[in-house]
């Protein structure tokens, strides 16, 4: 019985390969999780892209659960993921607002003049500053945010159908306190 | 002449490697400032590029944080602030060190109560085999003289068991 004793180095160094290897499966390093998450949105106040005159604060996004994305014309996810942004915003009703991040204006107006618009408005950030106080460090980025201007979710990447079906509309189910019926992307849905 | 050569180029080579790989030109009223902010920019993390810190990275992002802390060096915000203002941003990761929360005792305190195991174990082995050496430890004189009695009756008497004569007593 005493020999057992032999085997728990052995037993330990399993344990902790085993530990460790399934490091190496978690989610990507990349993705950092959001430290806002439950928090309110920061307080701001920056130029509507197509109305720099005038100015969106916080209080222009609260008062309807709403998707904030994170978009530039620099970025060439941002153009793969904006006809899934559109499909999600058309079918389901829910407004997406843009925060066009580091970059230039008038580039951004003809970006979206060209593939479309899908979104409520979107926000000037030319410097980043709203982008730091988000906790941005690339884009794409979506965040979802309560009626309240909370944020409950935060994706970093790009929107798409598995995204949707995975981990976006749980989201908003969860928020909205409901099922959403409505499929914006025919084909992909079902519970997985 | 070679030798010197050599030096210098390592030298040189080492000289470089510790400047950060961004170029950005930053001014401060005082030495202090300057240690503050090289400091913290180069024990925080870039978010984008995970293991480089905001001194060593080229990232955009890294280039928009090492401007926010540089702006509040000027403002004359201490560390803490500094490291808490990113903090509740970018979570704990852009911080090398994790905060000390429940969570992460074990990431904090796991090796060391490893390597307390591993000298316990080694103690235990020691102490054991110093007992075992104990038993066949070298005789005394008095139990040498015994024996060399004991076997000097054998020979004399030329039995087979030693140690004892005709009757089973022992010389």
Known sequence: MRRAWLFVPLAVFVALAALLLRGFYLDDPHDLPSALIGEPLPRFELPRLHAPETRVTTADLEGRVALLNVWATWCPTCRAEHDALARITEATGIPIYGINYKDDPAEARRWLERYGDPYAFSIVDRDGSLGIDLGVYGAPETFLLDAAGVIRYKRVGDVNARIWRDELKPALEAVLGRRIEAAPFPGVEGRS | MRVRCIVAALALALAAASAGAAIDVYEFESAEEQRQFKRLVE?????????????????????????????????????????????????????????????????????????????????????????????????????????????????????????????????
């Open chain 2, 43 to 171: 024990e925080l993390r870039c978010p984008k590029c995970l293991n480089t810190n905001l001194a060593g990275s080229d990232a955009p992002i890294a280039a928009d944080l090492r401007r926010q802390v540089y702006r509040m060096v000027r403002e004359g915000r201490t560390d803490a602030e500094i490291r808490r203002y990113l903090r509740e941003r970018y979570g704990d990761f852009i911080l090398y060190e994790p905060r000390l929360t429940p969570a992460t005792t074990l990431l904090w305190f796991g090796p060391l109560v490893l390597l307390a195991i591993g000298a316990g174990v080694i103690v235990a082995i020691l102490r054991r085999r110093r007992r075992a050496e104990g038993e066949t430890a070298p005789l005394s004189a008095d139990e040498q003289a015994r024996i060399a009695a004991a076997l000097a009756a054998a020979e004399r008497d030329g039995e087979p068991d030693a140690g004892a004569d005709r009757d089973g007593r022992a010389s």
